[in-house]
Each structure stands twice: as C-alpha cells, then as structure tokens.
C-alpha cells in the first residue's frame, strides 16, 4: 500500500464501497422499472453525433458534482449518479478514497464541457469517492467544445435524437457562424427539422428567382431568419401567444403558422383575408376561445409572400432528399491510486 494512504482510511473506504455498490444496484434497479435510462453520457457518441470540432482550454475551474453527466471512456463502469456497478473497482476506487480522506486531497480531474454539463475524461473513480463524499464541487482542467445545442443531465435516446437533429439543422445552415446570437430554433418533434430546413431552401428558391443568381444555402438561411423567421418570433413573444404547459416551442408555432397560410391560400385562393403571420395569429387564438389583443388586430407585418407558396407541396417533393441530407450530417494497472 503506497506511503500516502493510511490503513485506516483504505479501509473506511472499503465499507463505502460496498454502500455504493448497494446504492448502485437499487438505483439501477428502479431505474428498470420506470423504464428511465441510468446510464452516464457517451463523450465520444455527443460529439460525433452534434459534429463537435473545436476545442479550448478553460484552465481549473471548481465545477458542480450534479453537472458531470458523462465520461470519454467508462460510462459503463459508473451509473448516471457516478456510483461504482462493478465489484472489480473496489481496490482502486478504495484507495482513492483514503486519499481523498487523507491530508492531502485529490489532485483536480480533467472534463470535457459541452454546453452546461461535463464529461470525465481523468478522473472518474475521484468522481465518484467526491459524490459518495458528499461534495458538491471538484477542481478540473475544463476544455470546452463550443455548441449551440442544449444538453442535460439524464438525457433519453429520444432527447439525443433531437438534439442531433437540431445540431445538423445548424450545421446545414451555418446559422451559428452567421447569426451568432440567433433565438432558439428548437422543435419538440425531432422529426420536423426536415421541414424548417425545406422552409430555408424554399426561401433560397425564391431569393434566385428574384435575384437572378446563385445564393448558398448559408446565404439563403441568413436572410430567412432575418426576414421571416425572426419577425414571426418576435410577434410570438410581443403578445405572449405561447403556453409553456402545452410544451411546444416557438419553432413549432412558426411552422404551424406557415402551414395555417399555405391551409388557407389553398382552401380560398388569392381572395383569403388571412395573409400574414399577424392574421395567422389571430386564427390561431380564436380557433383556441383566447382574447386577442386589440393591437394584434391592427398589427401590419410584411408576410404575404408566405401565402403565395405551395408550402406543403414543395416540402412534399423536397423532404426525402432534406431527410437524407441532415442523416447524413447527424451520422455520421497504475500504481497511483487517483489514476484513471
């Protein structure tokens, strides 16, 4: 037993061990049973599937237990609280934890940081002792991969899925590079990224037609949030037409408005009242028993070119080659006892 480990504490450590091996198997246990994953995060799958490229050094950083929600190479090894599933780990995780007791402490890990959560890539059993410890905070060399894309602790398959599918809807339109601070385009049905993304290449058909030139999907994209998407949102959020109970999302609600237009410019033709995305607007709350506001009634907003398009036609045509098109964007023994 090397010199900085104390008998004492190498065997305390022992008796905790077997604590979270027994929490870990009734954690994991009743995660079985409500059908909820309790698993860690895969570092390696969240940046291949989200297209992570850069990386930047952040330096020591005391960051939160609670917030450590994956690891580079052993999510196997450790369920999504960090406790220990393997009768194997007892020598080393018991030796780190003596350390961690001892005068000295643990020396700081190494994470990854993507978004607000943390992925181990050094340091997974100090991890654990920390948490059986009760801390709240461990010292790390942070490097963070830069996204825009939400990310949680306890992410589902259904939440990855989304995120990806938002993550390659972003990286086809490369609104991140060109509108930096961009409102969120999320969609609670991961299956309709398809869909916004026809919206864009719509818009880019248009801008040609009008423009007489080429114009990159980045351009397009660009000038679609700017001219429609973002004006939609902003009269969204002017006269608060979302319920945050319903669970739905801005991006849902513009789609829906969109579809509404094409609905009504088919039903009644060029002769329809409902025109633009203030119209659409007011359907939409009568259509719910909502009072309008008086001022949405006298809003002027310039989207009639909305109602001119075959909307679902188009997207009808164009959606299995944009489906494939974000498929193939979304595809793609130490004698320390802290070593991991």
Request: aromatic content about 10%; proline content about 5%; hydrophobic content about 40%.
């Amino acid at each position: 037993m090397p010199d900085d480990i104390s008998e004492f504490g190498y065997m305390e450590g022992l008796g905790a061990f077997q604590s979270a091996r027994l929490r870990a198997f009734w954690a994991d246990f009743a995660s079985f049973i409500r059908g909820k994953s309790a698993e860690l995060l895969s570092f390696e799958e969240i940046r291949a599937r989200l297209r992570l490229r850069e990386e930047n050094y952040k330096g020591i950083q005391d960051i939160p237990l609670e917030q450590v929600a994956g690891s580079v190479g052993r999510y196997k090894d450790f369920n999504a609280s960090f406790l220990p599933r393997k009768n194997e780990m007892k020598e080393r995780w018991s030796r780190v934890y003596a350390v961690a007791s001892g005068m000295v402490g643990l020396p700081p890990i190494e994470v990854y940081k993507i978004d607000d959560i943390y992925f181990v890539r050094d340091g997974n059993h100090r991890v654990s002792v920390a948490r059986q410890m009760g801390a709240t905070h461990i010292q790390a060399h942070v490097t963070e991969l830069p996204t825009t894309v939400d990310l949680f602790p306890g992410m589902t398959a259904a939440d990855l899925d989304a995120a990806a599918a938002y993550a390659a809807f972003l990286d086809e339109t490369r609104l991140p590079l060109t509108r930096p601070h961009h409102v969120p385009l999320t969609l609670s049905e991961a299956s309709r990224y398809p869909d916004l993304l026809g919206h864009v290449y719509l818009h880019r058909a248009i801008m040609q037609q009008r423009e007489g030139k080429e114009v990159t999907v980045e351009e397009a994209a660009a000038n679609w949030y700017d001219n429609v998407y973002r004006p939609a949102v902003t009269l969204i959020r002017k006269y608060d037409i979302l319920d945050p109970k319903e669970g739905r999302t801005e991006a849902d609600l513009y789609l829906w408005l969109v579809d509404y237009l094409s609905e009504v410019r088919q039903h009644y033709g060029e002769d329809t009242e409902t025109r633009s995305f203030s119209d659409a607007l007011v359907d939409f709350l009568v259509a719910r028993q909502i009072d309008v506001p008086r001022a949405l009634l006298a809003e002027k907003d310039d989207t009639v070119q909305l109602a001119r398009i075959r909307v679902d036609e188009e997207l009808r045509r164009m959606r299995p080659q944009l489906e494939r098109d974000l498929h193939e964007h979304n595809g793609s023994g130490d004698s320390d006892p802290t070593a991991e």
